[in-house]
Every structure is written in C-alpha cells, then in structure tokens.
T-cell receptor, first 114, second 112 residues
Framework: AQSVAQPEDQVNVAEGNPLTVKCTYSVSGNPYLFWYVQYPNRGLQFLLKYITGDNLVKGSYGFEAEFNKSQTSFHLKKPSALVSDSALYFC????????????FGGGTRLMVKP | NAGVTQTPKFRILKIGQSMTLQCTQD?????MYWYRQDPGMGLKLIYYSVGAGITDKGEVPNGYNVSRSTTEDFPLRLELAAPSQTSVYFCASSGTRLYEQYFGPGTRLTVT
C-alpha cells in the first residue's frame, strides 16, 4: 500500500526567509510525487511533480522540491518566502504498481509573517 | 477554457435526502476523480473513472454512486444523505494516470 506523511501541521516562517515543508512517502514500486497548494475556499492547484530524472524539481511560483530516494522524502522548498505563499500544502504520491489512486498527505499549513 | 467546473458551490441537505453533484471538464481528459476533504484532513478518493463507461471505487465509496456516460461529465450521487457525508467535495481530472490532476473549486455540503 502507498502512503504519504506530512509531519508538520503548520510551518511558520518570516517573509524573506527560506522555507521547507516536509513530506515522506512509502511505496512498493517507483514513486510519482506531487505537491499541491490550496488557498482558502479554493480547489487544489498543482505546483510541481517528480516522475523521473533530476532529483531537484522546479515548479510554479519559485517553489522547488528535492526527491531523496534513500530517505523516501520529497520536501518542498523556496529560497525566499512571501506573505502570499501562506496556504495549505499537500504532498501526494502514486505508486507505479498501485493503479490509478493518488494518496494525499494530511496537509501542512504554511504561515508567512511580514 | 474553463477547466473543471462543479455545481452547486454550496448545499444543505436534510438526513435521508438525495442529491447529485455535477462535474464537467473541457480538457478532454480521460481520467476523472471525486474526493472528499474533511476539516483539517487531506483528501480521500471516493470514486474514479478511466474513461466513459468505466468507473471504480476509491478509498471511501460507501454511500455514493457515480456514472460516466461522456468524457466531459462525471456526476456523483449521494443517496440517503447522512451527517457523516458533511464535507467539501472536489472533482478532478487528468490526461493520464501518471500526471497531475486539475481540480474544480469544490462543493461544500452540509447534512443536518
């Protein structure tokens, strides 16, 4: 079975500082990994994905994520946080042995303070 | 290009009532999904479809039904609504099973 964990319910960071939102996963086959962002009263928006290739993946709005196979992690990062980055972030994983289901983590609320 | 649209945005149901949540996508995606999001929780997959006429259960299918008669539409039917079905429902679509899903704006459902 595939699973994903986001160990932090909330991450607080000052504007201009780097941010990291953590994600670890468990799959039996090769992982396909995604990050989504959700603003209040909105649907999820795709940020970036790892399918194969370079371990460092760049996405929308200056976000990037690093795939680490040995640590089974896919942490989301941004060099300089903006107040407008404040939102709910979801990590998701699909196991290439597990058919069509995408499993989401519980979400991490990012609060960027001016 | 509207993407994924959902209606209604909000609905209040009484226990035992039924309703259909509508979902339409205009991206010609084969894959469509229904999720529910409970407060403070992640998304749980209710049903999904890999093409017109083909549907399958997700993680939490009980109390729901779906159909997929066209590529564009994937309605979710709630029969005999229960308070446990109070949630926000999201429809999503993707071009292939490997790639990112595009989400609709959601339907906030309250069952009292």
């Amino acid at each position: 079975a595939q699973s994903v964990a986001q160990p932090e319910d909330q991450v607080n960071v000052a504007e201009g500082n780097p941010l990291t939102v953590k994600c670890t996963y468990s799959v039996s086959g090769n992982p396909y990994l995604f990050w989504y962002v959700q603003y209040p009263n909105r649907g999820l928006q795709f940020l970036l994905k790892y399918i194969t290739g370079d371990n460092l993946v760049k996405g929308s709005y200056g976000f990037e994520a690093e795939f680490n196979k040995s640590q089974t992690s896919f942490h989301l990062k941004k060099p300089s946080a903006l107040v407008s980055d404040s939102a709910l972030y979801f990590c998701a994983v699909r196991d290439d042995n597990a058919g069509n289901m995408l499993t989401f983590g519980g979400g991490t609320r990012l609060m960027v303070k001016p | 290009n509207a993407g994924v649209t959902q209606t209604p945005k909000f609905r209040i149901l009484k226990i035992g009532q039924s309703m259909t949540l509508q979902c339409t996508q205009d991206m010609n995606h084969n894959y469509m999904y229904w999720y529910r999001q409970d407060p403070g929780m992640g998304l749980k997959l209710i049903y999904y479809s890999v093409g017109a006429g083909i549907t399958d259960k997700g993680e939490v299918p009980n109390g729901y039904n779906v159909s997929r008669s066209t590529t564009e539409d994937f309605p979710l039917r709630l029969e005999l609504a229960a308070p446990s079905q109070t949630s926000v429902y999201f429809c999503a679509s993707s071009g292939t099973r490997l790639y990112e899903q595009y989400f609709g704006p959601g339907t906030r459902l309250t069952v009292t």
